[in-house]
């Protein structure tokens, strides 16, 4: 077993949450010592990173429970409302961090001992940011929206960190400030935008989009290798009707084999069974559906549903 299978998200979301834990104490002391309202705002950060991972954590395991009756597909999509917490999260906590830059920087206060303030800061971040490198990579590796989600979250809170360290230094160097809830309110729209696009990915998650394009592309190579293949033994056939959709960790496959009517049943039954086999070793995780047609068969997917009450004889 690789790195990577074993890093799973269920693991990293619980390392999530004792990292979030860790970075609450740091960043909480940064602000009790210096009185910075950016130092407040990351430390606000951290708590909805505490949230977000331990729903996500929730989720994750969910999603991994096997399909049951009422749930016949499986528990797959629960992920996606992991992201879509974690973008509303991420967009509370820049209301408030918004909120409290305003009030500050109406009211200056004065900044104290910032050289224990950023040494904390700087600490906190490089926690986050190691969990972060790693957390993307393993969700690319799992196809894990939640896994991502969280990952993001950590890497806006670096980037937030960063920005207030800047505004701190910028503070010590000129006295200006002013600078500091200036900072926070930049920062404050930068994490707000993120929370934006994780609730939009999600939204298109739980709305069956489609895979991406590389493992379309992936999908679409080995159905033309079949093609290919059956061609040069004389055999026609064609496939049409490809649709894909993405539920967290699960994609699907629906598409329609044609072969020649002179076809045993048995024979199309063992090609559709090679096809559904060589799609699940190019692109892991997938879950076929083919439906075997004769050549000269169509199907019509366009007509409307008939309304309750009276049957279609279609």
Request: proline share 5%; charged share 15%; with cysteine.
């Amino acid at each position: 077993m690789d790195l990577w299978s074993r890093l799973t998200p269920q693991r990293l979301l619980a390392a999530s949450v004792a990292v979030a834990l860790a970075t609450i104490v740091l960043k909480t002391a940064a602000w009790w010592i210096t009185d910075s309202v950016g130092l407040l705002s990351d430390a606000l950060e951290s708590i909805v990173n505490l949230a977000g991972a331990t729903f996500g954590l929730w989720m994750v395991t969910l999603a991994a429970q096997p399909a049951d009756a009422e749930h016949p597909y499986g528990h797959h999509k629960a992920e996606y409302f992991s992201a879509g917490f974690e973008g509303l999260l991420i967009i509370a906590a820049a209301l408030g961090i918004g909120w409290a830059a305003l009030h500050r920087l109406l009211q200056p206060q004065p900044l104290q001992r910032l050289d224990w303030g950023l040494g904390l800061s700087v600490l906190s971040s490089a926690l986050n940011g190691v969990l972060a490198a790693v957390m993307l990579r393993a969700a690319r590796v799992h196809r894990s929206q939640a896994l991502e989600g969280d990952a993001r979250h950590l890497l806006t809170d670096v980037w937030t960190s960063a920005g207030v360290i800047v505004g701190l230094m910028l503070v010590a160097a000129t006295g200006w400030g002013w600078l500091d809830p200036m900072v926070a309110l930049l920062v404050a729209a930068n994490i707000a935008r993120e929370g934006g696009r994780l609730v939009w990915q999600a939204s298109q998650g739980l709305m069956d989009r489609a895979v991406e394009p590389q493992v379309r592309a992936a999908i679409e190579a080995v159905l033309a290798d079949f093609l290919q293949r059956a061609q040069a033994e004389g055999a026609l056939l064609r496939f049409d009707h490809l649709h894909t959709r993405q539920a967290g960790q699960r994609c699907y496959v629906d598409v329609h084999l044609h072969a020649p009517p002179q076809w045993t049943l048995r024979r199309a039954a063992e090609l559709r069974q090679q096809v559904e086999q060589a799609l699940m070793e190019a692109v892991p995780g997938v879950r076929a559906t083919i439906q075997v047609l004769p050549n000269d068969t169509e199907t019509v997917f366009d007509a409307a549903c008939p309304p309750p009450g009276r049957p279609s004889l279609g």
